[in-house]
């Protein structure tokens, strides 16, 4: 529908606890990328948060409001609450008092088209090291974010744009994208076992697309000697730190795992989307084994 006629209680759940579930797609040419992982992350969120939804249908969903908006290469956003409550039933009880008919809410915002990411240098942004002070459920993809958003004020105000969260001196993750860093021999991923962060979809497809990546701890000590710094995400793809608290990763420009990492994420979105003018496209030392820095055994 037309945003003006989009209505939505102001007693509903979602806006007086964030009690809720979101997802963020990519779209491009029309089709939607790794709807199977974005529609099980979103099942087990809502069975999580015990939110009666089968999140099936949204590939159709968002096929259609993409055409709706004539927007074929776009984030598309989805957003599930418990609901309002019924006549009679109390707007502020914790435990939800009687059956509610969930919200389901969406929107797409347009996005470069993915010939933008061949054989192209990543993306740059700035950061800054913020303590991580949210909840201890981070692998669920909730529409809290209000920790996050304090993080983000936080690195704005210190100058940069985006914060890299630490949690009891393990690395997590950015504000909104996984982060993955080049340390040493090895290209380093936080496991989502070490601190309370989000399995994201696109850091699973780099670990398809490059299985040489390690997921384990990571110490924050370790941002400080990494030759490259990375966040991966739906919108973000591959993006190189350049900075860190002001001072420069590497020679504070995108690196060769960065290049490489970037090239072979889109040559795997463009296969599963079945571009294969994208394929043919991608250099063949886009695609090449890493530097000879760069351990490829884990």
Same mark, same amino acid.
């Given at each position: 529908?037309?945003?003006?006629?989009?209505?939505?209680?102001?007693?509903?759940?979602?806006?007086?606890?964030?009690?809720?579930?979101?997802?963020?797609? +990519?779209?491009? *040419?029309?089709? #939607?990328?790794?709807?199977?992982?974005?529609?099980?992350?979103? +099942?087990?969120?809502?069975?999580?948060? *015990?939110?009666?939804?089968?999140? =099936?249908?949204?590939? +159709?969903?968002?096929?259609?409001?993409?055409?709706?908006?004539?927007?074929?290469?776009?984030?598309?956003?989805?957003?599930? &609450?418990?609901?309002?409550?019924?006549?009679?039933?109390?707007? +502020?009880?914790?435990?939800?008092?009687?059956? #509610?008919?969930?919200?389901?809410?969406?929107? /797409?915002?347009?996005?470069?088209?993915?010939?933008?990411?061949?054989?192209?240098?990543?993306?740059?942004? &700035? /950061?800054?090291?913020?303590?991580? &002070?949210?909840?201890?459920?981070?692998?669920?993809?909730?529409?809290?974010? $209000?920790?996050?958003? %304090?993080?983000?004020?936080?690195?704005?105000?210190?100058?940069?744009?985006?914060? %890299?969260?630490?949690?009891?001196?393990?690395?997590?993750?950015?504000?909104?994208?996984?982060?993955? $860093?080049?340390?040493?021999?090895?290209?380093?991923?936080?496991?989502?076992?070490?601190?309370?962060?989000?399995?994201?979809?696109? *850091?699973? #497809?780099?670990?398809?697309?490059?299985?040489?990546?390690?997921?384990?701890?990571?110490?924050?000590?370790?941002?400080?000697?990494?030759?490259?710094?990375?966040?991966?995400?739906? &919108?973000?793809?591959?993006? =190189?730190?350049?900075?860190?608290?002001?001072?420069?990763?590497?020679?504070?420009?995108?690196?060769?795992?960065?290049? =490489?990492?970037?090239?072979? @994420?889109? *040559?795997?979105?463009?296969?599963? @989307?079945?571009?294969?003018?994208?394929?043919?496209?991608?250099?063949?030392?886009?695609?090449?084994?890493?530097?000879?820095?760069?351990?490829?055994?884990?």
């Amino acid at each position: 529908m037309p945003l003006e006629h989009a209505s939505i209680s102001p007693f509903d759940r979602g806006f007086i606890f964030g009690d809720g579930v979101y997802e963020g797609l +990519r779209s491009f *040419r029309g089709k #939607m990328v790794g709807m199977e992982r974005h529609i099980a992350r979103m +099942r087990d969120g809502l069975r999580e948060a *015990r939110i009666d939804w089968d999140p =099936s249908p949204l590939t +159709r969903m968002s096929e259609e409001l993409i055409k709706a908006c004539a927007m074929p290469d776009a984030f598309v956003y989805w957003q599930v &609450t418990r609901g309002t409550p019924g006549p009679g039933q109390p707007v +502020r009880s914790r435990v939800p008092a009687g059956r #509610m008919t969930p919200t389901v809410f969406g929107y /797409c915002t347009p996005q470069p088209p993915i010939e933008k990411f061949v054989n192209a240098d990543p993306p740059t942004v &700035t /950061c800054a090291v913020c303590e991580d &002070t949210r909840w201890s459920r981070g692998h669920l993809k909730s529409i809290s974010l $209000l920790g996050n958003v %304090i993080a983000a004020i936080e690195a704005d105000e210190a100058g940069a744009q985006d914060a %890299i969260l630490v949690k009891n001196g393990l690395v997590g993750e950015g504000t909104a994208a996984n982060l993955i $860093l080049v340390h040493g021999r090895q290209i380093v991923t936080p496991s989502l076992e070490s601190v309370p962060i989000l399995a994201g979809v696109t *850091r699973a #497809m780099d670990l398809d697309v490059a299985p040489e990546i390690v997921s384990r701890p990571v110490k924050v000590e370790e941002l400080a000697s990494a030759s490259e710094l990375m966040l991966t995400g739906t &919108t973000t793809m591959i993006t =190189s730190i350049t900075q860190v608290d002001g001072r420069p990763v590497g020679d504070g420009k995108p690196g060769p795992v960065a290049r =490489s990492l970037l090239a072979r @994420l889109t *040559r795997a979105i463009a296969v599963e @989307l079945g571009f294969g003018d994208i394929v043919e496209r991608i250099r063949v030392d886009t695609l090449s084994p890493w530097s000879s820095p760069v351990s490829a055994s884990r």
